[in-house]
């Protein structure tokens, strides 16, 4: 994953401004997606979207495994 699929996905897929720094998120998305063994795009969209990957959802709520994922996320971004 690059920075410019990190702008793109901000522009056509969610197609709102990124207000957050588009280069801390591609780190974050990229170390949390070779921790846990998952796509960055998909952590991405995870962290972003709030879209479900196998594991991180049950009735709605995050799992331990989805707390898990977005607390590593968070202590890389604001790293």
Known sequence: MTLSDVQDYFDYVVQEVCVHDPEMLLEAATETGAT??????????FMVENKPMPG??????HTRY??????????????
């Open 36 to 45: 846990f063994e998952l796509d960055p795009y998909n952590v991405l969209c």
């Open 56 to 61: 991180t959802h049950s009735y709605g709520f």
């Open 66 to 79: 989805g707390r898990a994922i977005r607390e590593h996320f968070s202590f890389i971004y604001h790293s």
